[in-house]
């Protein structure tokens, strides 16, 4: 994975009103220009309203910074009151969405043949997607989450050329670590986190990152990287943060690749 740049992805949920996302973006501007990353891809995830000014910001300042939207229908258009589709996102400056977050699925119906359609919906209309995939505590309990992963994994990418490839990552979040301040430990994150590896196509093991997410901190990121072996970090309330996001994004650029 020497080849495979690192990617931090800050998922803000349904946190900060587009001022707010204004005032952040532009943080997290001159922080990263203090800090630059080498071999670290940043994006933020803000609410829909939040977007065209997050997105403003980004272009006007020219930061290097990608932006992802938090879910998408896969409709390009129709009658789906409150959803937002593919082509919209692209007109917006959106260059990635996060499918199949864990509360898109418990709570809001998103099950793995919604997933799947709208993996392909998305990466037909140019996007890049970062899929969420993890188990529950009892999955876990029952010593059944790497075939729980795998399954996720298979029903989500099914059907997906080659030529979409570079434009997928990937994200395992063990559902009782999301929120809860209980981070897995490196060895179970590096056991799922080759476990993944191992089951994805040829092609895309060359350009997929694998990420972590659950209650990552500036103080654990490290760790991670190294002895967990993941390629970044999908962050959930320390992105809302512009000090502990960049240090999250430093502590992964300074030491990726270590050990790997």
């Known amino acids: 994975m020497s080849e495979q740049r690192a990617l931090v992805v800050g998922n803000w949920k349904m946190n900060l009103d587009h001022v707010e996302a204004i005032h952040l973006v532009q943080q997290l501007g001159v922080l990263l220009r203090a800090h630059t990353p080498e071999r670290t891809d940043v994006v933020i995830a803000p609410p829909f309203v939040d977007l065209r000014s997050a997105c403003s910001v980004i272009e006007a300042d020219r930061l290097n910074i990608a932006v992802a939207a938090q879910h998408v229908n896969p409709a390009e258009s129709g009658a789906f009151t409150g959803e937002v589709s593919p082509g919209m996102l692209k007109r917006l400056g959106v260059q990635s969405v996060i499918v199949g977050h864990s509360e898109r699925r418990e709570m809001f119906g998103m099950t793995d043949e919604i997933v799947n359609t709208t993996v392909r919906s998305a990466l037909q209309a140019g996007l890049r997607i970062i899929l969420c995939v993890g188990e529950g505590h009892e999955v876990r309990e029952s010593g059944s989450a790497i075939e729980y992963v795998t399954n996720q994994i298979n029903n989500a990418l099914d059907g997906v050329g080659e030529r979409h490839y570079d434009q997928i990552a990937i994200a395992y979040e063990p ?36 990420l972590y997410g659950g209650s990552v901190k500036p103080e654990n990121a490290e760790e991670l990287i190294v002895l967990g072996r993941c390629d970044g970090f999908l962050v959930g309330g320390a992105s809302l943060n512009a000090e502990q996001f960049v240090q999250i994004v430093s502590n992964v650029d300074g030491c990726y690749g270590k050990n790997r």
Do not use: N
């Not at 060895?187 to 089951?199: C, K, L, N, Q």
């Open 175 to 210: 559902i009782w670590a999301i929120g809860t301040g209980v981070t897995a430990s490196s060895e179970a994150v590096s056991e799922m986190i080759t476990a993944i590896r191992d089951i994805l196509p040829a092609g895309l093991k060359k350009t997929a990152a694998v």
